[in-house]
Structures are given as C-alpha cells and as structure tokens.
C-alpha cells in the first residue's frame, strides 16, 4: 500500500498522539521510556506547528516548525504496526523538500544519537551531528529542555544537520 504524505488536516491532529505512542513502544525493549506526560505531537500542536502526514487516514507524521531561521524536525512518528516499510523515509524527504521549496538553509532536529532508527538512520539520510558552538537559541532552548525533561537520562542525545541548497541551486 502507498501512503501519500501531504500537509495533515486540522480534523486530523486528534489521531496524531496515538500513532506517536505506538511507536513510543519500540523503544522500551532497548530499554528507553519515555516519562509521563503530553506527547511531542499534543504538544506541537499547542505550539501550532505543521504536520505533514502519511496515508489517509494518517498512519504516520512529522511536525516541523521553524527555528533559529530554519527548518526544525520535531518529530518523525510512524504507527508500530506499519514500521520498516519506508513510511518514515517518505516522510522524511517531504520534509526536506518543503524546507527546501520555501528556502530554508536547512534542516534541524534533535535525538537518540545510538538509537538505530533515530541518529544512525538520519545519517544515512544526510544529516550529520551539529557542534554546540553552531547552535543557534532557539536549538540551545531545546536542547536544555530535554535535559530538565530527563530525556538526556534515557541515552546519549544529539543534534543533527542537513545543510540545503539555497533556492535555484539545487
């Protein structure tokens, strides 16, 4: 099955949470859980942030928003059941292609940097870690966020970056 990813619909944002904890679940063998509390995508949601989702009904996501003037991957959730399948690569690339048509200079986010599916995967995918002195407020922000919300206790974190083209170049 092919599962078109676009920009979600607001009657959508309810369903996000769930495929979030779903794939939450995956990390517990390794043995990482995550504490109580709103997830990343309740949370982004809050903030206003954009969803672009995969399939129809949704069966995966990513929230983006912009920070320290560029593209910030919050999160990138595909729903258990449908994992190692390329949903999560697809999405992956929409993000970066709409960072890109809309001129950011690139892309940012923050993860597990051992975790297989978290750092190593955004590797192969081009991003590379970002030194602390090239962090910008805003991924410092984040960054002292995760520490005070114990994520830095569940396993080595980093920050990634995939430089773009600047518009016409590429």
Do not use: C
């Not at 990390?27 to 954009?50: L, R, S, Y």
């Not at 709409?98 to 995918?125: C, E, I, K, M, Q």
Request: aromatic share 8%; glycine share 12%.
């Amino acid at each position: 099955m092919e599962y078109d990813v676009r920009l979600a619909r607001p009657d959508e944002l309810a369903g996000l949470p769930p495929i979030e904890d779903s794939g939450d679940r995956l990390f517990q063998p390794i043995g990482i859980v995550f504490p109580p509390g709103p997830t990343v995508a309740e949370h982004m949601i809050e903030k206003g942030a954009e969803f672009l989702v995969a399939g129809d009904p949704p069966v995966g996501f990513a929230a983006v928003e912009e920070v320290d003037g560029a593209t910030h991957l919050e999160q990138i959730s595909v729903h258990a059941d449908l994992v190692g399948r390329g949903i999560g690569t697809r999405l992956l690339r929409a993000v970066t292609e709409r960072a890109a048509a809309h001129g950011s200079p690139g892309v940012s986010l923050l993860t597990f940097r051992d975790v297989p599916w978290n750092g190593p995967w955004y590797a192969r995918n081009g991003f590379a870690d970002l030194p602390p002195e090239r962090w910008g407020p805003g991924i410092r922000a984040y960054w002292d966020a995760e520490i005070e919300a114990g994520l830095h206790e569940l396993g080595p974190r980093t920050v990634m970056w995939l430089p773009l083209p600047p518009p016409g170049t590429g």
